[in-house]
């Protein structure tokens, strides 16, 4: 029997470009990337570290949180350390970067904000609407990078 005339079926297809599947990738990416950031401007305001070492351990620890997210799931479908970090690297550096950029300049514009302290309302204010603006930027570089195949479209085999 021949075949070539029945459609192909891909278990592996991209996801369709939607704004939804768009806004449920950098909610994955922005989880990982706010646990770094949170985290380390915690510990450079706790320690008391100049705005340009918090923002760089913000940012480190925000792709390392990121890229550890996202290749716990690729670890648990099986795939090498080796080959789960590409994936990661594929999937998330252009969302992550973008998240970055937008996050640490809203907090360093927003006037005292990263001098304000770990018990001010402004610290925290500025923390949470960064991550808001983050995301609402990111959004459509992650639509318009599934809608070509790369970003989170990278990762979408390997979810179950």
């Given at each position: 029997m021949d075949h070539s005339d029945q459609p192909?079926?891909?278990?592996?297809?991209?996801?369709?470009?939607?704004?939804?599947?768009?806004?449920?990738?950098?909610?994955?990416?922005?989880?990982?990337?706010?646990?770094?950031?949170?985290?380390?401007?915690?510990?450079?305001?706790?320690?008391?570290?100049?705005?340009?070492t918090t923002v760089v351990l913000s940012v480190v620890l925000a792709f390392v949180f990121g890229y550890g997210l996202t290749m716990r799931g690729v670890l648990r479908a099986g795939v090498g350390?080796?080959?789960?970090?590409?994936?990661?690297?594929a999937a998330d550096t252009v969302s992550i970067a973008v998240m970055e950029v937008m996050d640490n300049a809203?907090?360093?514009?927003?006037?005292?904000?990263?001098?304000?302290?770990?018990?001010?309302?402004?610290?925290?204010?500025?923390?949470?609407?960064?991550?808001?603006?983050?995301?609402?930027?990111?959004?459509?570089?992650n639509k318009w990078l599934i809608s070509r195949g790369k970003g989170h479209a990278v990762v979408h085999q390997y979810h179950h």
């Open positions: 192909a079926t891909d278990h592996h297809a991209p996801p369709t470009a939607t704004w939804t599947v768009a806004a449920q990738a950098t909610l994955h990416c922005l989880t990982g990337c706010a646990i770094g950031e949170v985290l380390g401007m915690v510990i450079g305001t706790a320690a008391g570290l100049s705005n340009f350390f080796r080959d789960a970090l590409k994936v990661a690297l809203v907090v360093v514009l927003v006037p005292g904000a990263m001098d304000a302290g770990l018990t001010s309302w402004l610290f925290w204010a500025s923390l949470a609407g960064s991550l808001v603006v983050a995301f609402v930027v990111t959004t459509p570089v």
